[in-house]
């Protein structure tokens, strides 16, 4: 089994930055791919970047590309998500999944655990 745990989250202002951390534990070897998604009230779980297993290669919804940046320590087994610039349209409980298997997704159905979610409140 894979555990993740999120954190970092919390209110802040607009234009402001934020990172997010996810701690994988567990049966992590076979993981390899880590994805971060975010749900807003009332809409669909939505993707926001993904990495591989060696943090070479990485991609990012549209929606956040340039500002969001998705980055990963496996010593510490833990993948982050520096968000810079953030928008109320990034109020949002964002969620760490972890996937098997070494191509990149952005599907949500295809990741194999995830985590209980951090709320970020973007507001002034």
């Known amino acids: 089994q894979v555990q993740l745990v999120e954190s970092g989250g919390g209110l802040v202002q607009p234009g402001r930055s934020l990172t997010l951390s996810c701690a994988a534990s567990?049966?992590?070897?076979?993981?390899?791919?880590m994805g971060w998604f975010r749900q807003a009230p009332g809409k669909e779980r939505e993707f926001m970047a993904t990495?591989?297993?060696?943090?070479?290669?990485?991609a990012y919804a549209d929606s956040v590309k340039g500002r969001f940046t998705i980055s990963r320590d496996n010593v510490k087994n833990t993948v982050y998500l520096q968000m810079n610039g953030l928008k109320p349209e990034d109020t949002a409980v964002y969620y760490c999944?972890?996937?098997?298997?070494?191509?990149?997704?952005?599907?949500?159905?295809?990741?194999?655990?995830w985590g209980q979610g951090t709320q970020v409140t973007v507001s002034s």
């Open positions: 567990g049966s992590i070897r076979s993981i390899l791919t």
């Open positions: 999944a972890a996937k098997f298997g070494g191509r990149l997704s952005f599907m949500s159905g295809e990741y194999d655990h």
């Open positions: 990495i591989n297993w060696s943090g070479g290669v990485t």
